[in-house]
């Protein structure tokens, strides 16, 4: 199995771009994350999904859209890129239940100039 | 908000070493988790404690929760340098999101 699968690994955007970054998971979990690591700061959660067609903001929503139409992908989008939005951003998937672990992507290292 | 505090923020011992790092909370958690996180990839799920009190060994890794659940520690034993890496706790309560501390970034000195 794949596990959760994040694209692009890097990438470089000047400020005012738009661009989406990708996730997709084949555990068949139903709840999805995203979260952005900044050196010093861990790891804040940006927006969630329960379900397909459910999302819920996180910590950090502003500047960043989610949808969820399919159980396996989870895209996320940043309307128009800010140089605070420089970061490593990770997509997360679990099974539903209280203590079920968090499957981490390998991340995507987003710098905007 | 929930507050995850972890203590040290860096860490750098020689190989053989033992040491500790902690994670304090002023609220209560249903459970907590550790994950460690090499460079280049996600974090990676070590151990979950979900009773006050619990102590979990992990070969030379011991995680107990506080008999509270607002506390969480994690001793090495003999450290390795493929102890390397940042560790994370993480805590949940009912149905709000897992919230992260900031974690410890250790180093382990051949």
């Known amino acids: 199995n794949a596990g959760v699968t994040q694209t692009p690994k890097f990438q470089v955007l000047k400020t005012g771009q738009s661009m989406t970054l990708q996730c997709a998971q084949d555990?068949?979990?139903?709840?999805m994350s995203w979260y952005r690591q900044d050196p010093g700061m861990g790891l804040r959660l940006i927006h969630y999904s329960v379900g397909a067609g459910i999302t819920d903001q996180g910590e950090v929503p502003n500047g960043y859209n989610v949808s969820r139409s399919t159980t396996e992908d989870f895209p996320l989008r940043l309307l128009s890129a800010a140089p605070s939005q420089t970061s490593v951003y990770f997509c997360?998937?679990?099974?539903?239940?209280?203590?079920?672990?968090?499957?981490f992507g390998n991340g995507t290292r987003l710098t905007v100039t | 908000t929930q507050l995850l505090e972890q203590s040290p923020q860096f860490l750098s011992i020689q190989e053989g070493e033992n040491l500790t790092v902690y994670c304090n909370s002023s609220?209560?958690?249903?459970?907590l988790q550790w994950y460690r996180q090499e460079p280049g990839e996600g974090p990676v799920l070590l151990v979950t404690?979900?009773?006050?009190?619990e102590v979990k060994k992990l070969k030379r890794l011991t995680f107990q929760f506080g008999d509270a659940r607002k506390d969480s520690s994690l001793h090495i034993t003999a450290a390795q340098p493929g102890d390397t890496g940042l560790y994370l706790c993480a805590g949940k309560t009912g149905n709000t999101p897992l919230v992260f501390g900031k974690g410890t970034r250790l180093s382990v000195i051949a």
């Open positions: 609220s209560v958690f249903s459970s």
């Open positions: 555990m068949n979990h139903e709840y």
């Open positions: 997360a998937s679990r099974q539903t239940g209280i203590v079920s672990p968090l499957h």
């Open positions: 404690v979900v009773t006050g009190g």
